[in-house]
């Protein structure tokens, strides 16, 4: 098979990954072999190959926002049939007997392994799953357009269901790539008297165009006030001056949810009084649980998510990545195996 691979931590702007032949995997014990068709392009990746968050081995496939459809099942698979379409998102597999995953937070289990980083990912035109870490994908979606569902969108809903948004209050998004262009669809669909007010780096026009086509009620640069104060906040940027910018333009009492993986710059000096007294919250959203995904797949065909999305080819994986990291992506960034 086909597959761009990452042999070694490297910058974004080398184009490190590498088209190369492979032996299609076989499916395991449980496991699927899924015959991808399209695999979205997350900013995790960009940490991966930059080494703030370095696949566990190399050379590794990564790649984490999986739609495909089975080709054949291992021993003991049965959940699935030959030709079912499936989606695979970071979470690869978990252990289920950890005091995390006993309680349904298999996202925090201590030996989790996650797909693109500690096993062959959606580079590539096969991969292998166990089945329970695969998803149907509803009807009404396209390969593409599902794609950016399985972090993009699986993981945004995680970090809505974290901001404790209400209907009637005042939702703050701090950048508005892939995965707050979904939440804001979200957002409206289940807080209608709720409003969203986003926040982009200031020379950011699509974005903000993108934003003000899907409903938000105010849009403006990290550094401005908005005309109220948020009650809740999500943090979608890769650095670390919108997280302050949050807190301090945060309602008493209010949150802000981190949704990244790594920040590529500290969060500064918070002063107690302006960012965090009055009961301001911050919290970190890491990684997702099966629970999440189970959850989010069919709400987004109820909504149902339009997920603008931008397409590659395979071989094109280098130029998603680095127009990605420019932020100049429209939506998400998907690679399409049968271009
Ligand atoms: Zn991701
Ligand atoms: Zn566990």
Partial sequence: MKAMVLEKVSSVA???????????????????????????????ELDEIEGRIPPSRFPMILGHEIVGRVESLGPGAGRFREGDRVGIAWINWACGKCLFCLK????????????????????????????????????????????????????????????GMEDGKVLGLYGFGASAHIVIQVAKYEY?????????????????????????????????TPPE???????????????REALRNLQKGGRVVVNAIRKTTPIPELDYTEHLWYEKEVKSVANVTRRDAQ?????????????????????????????????????????????
């Fill in 192 to 224: 209608p008297d709720g409003r969203v007010f986003v926040f982009t780096r200031p020379n950011q026009r699509e974005h903000q165009d993108l934003a003000r086509e899907l409903g938000a009620d105010w849009i403006g640069a990290t550094g401005d």
């Fill in 104 to 163: 349904g937070q298999e996202n925090l289990c201590e030996t989790a392994t996650w797909t693109g980083k500690d096993v062959y990912g959606g580079y590539a035109e096969y991969t292998v799953v166990a089945e329970d870490f695969a998803y149907p994908i509803p009807e009404g979606f396209t390969d593409l357009k599902a794609a950016p569902l399985l972090c993009a969108g699986v993981i945004g809903y995680r970090a809505l269901r974290l901001s």
């Fill in 295 to 339: 959850e989010f797949l069919p709400l987004a065909a109820e909504i149902p998510i339009v997920a603008e999305s931008q397409e590659f080819g395979l071989e094109e994986a280098n130029e998603a990545l680095v127009l990605l990291k420019e932020g100049k992506i429209r939506g998400a960034a998907v690679m399409s195996m049968t271009r």
């Fill in 14 to 44: 080398e184009r490190p990954l590498k088209l190369v032949d492979l032996p299609t995997p076989v499916a395991g014990r449980g496991q699927i072999l899924v015959r991808v068709s399209a695999c979205g392009v997350c900013h995790t």
């Fill in 229 to 243: 104060k948020l009650n809740c906040a999500i943090d979608f940027t890769p650095v670390g001056e919108p997280v």
